[in-house]
């Protein structure tokens, strides 16, 4: 089956950290870019980070640059969110992306 399933998520206190994992499945997962967003009730889908299909090229929104680390692992179909420094405001459901595929998502709260 074509996924992308989303783990890792959970409770954090502020100044905690915390990695998110995206495992695909059904296509190569080598030959396509992947993001990662972040949503909160009430709020439209945040972009957060992007990395090229090898890995090579990331980018992250100024939004959580310096705390937040795309990376990829090619050889285990899985995209990865590193999270540090996490505060309150980072509470929210947090989606993987890429071939046209959402992931269902993984809570991540903040909270002391």
């Known amino acids: 089956q074509v996924q992308l399933a989303e783990s890792g998520g959970g409770l954090v206190q502020p100044g905690g950290s915390l990695t998110l994992s995206c495992l695909a499945s059904g296509f190569t997962f080598s030959n396509y870019g992947m993001r990662w967003y972040r949503q909160t009730p009430g709020n439209e889908r945040e972009w957060l980070a992007t990395?090229?299909?090898?890995?090579?090229?990331?980018n992250v929104a100024n939004s959580v640059l310096g705390r937040f680390t795309i990376s990829r692992d090619n050889s285990k179909d899985t995209l990865y969110l590193r999270m540090r420094s996490l505060k309150p405001e980072d509470t929210a459901v947090y989606y993987c992306?890429?071939?046209?595929?959402w992931g269902p998502g993984t809570q991540v709260t903040v909270s002391p």
């Open positions: 990395i090229t299909d090898d890995g090579e090229i990331t």
């Open positions: 992306n890429g071939r046209g595929l």
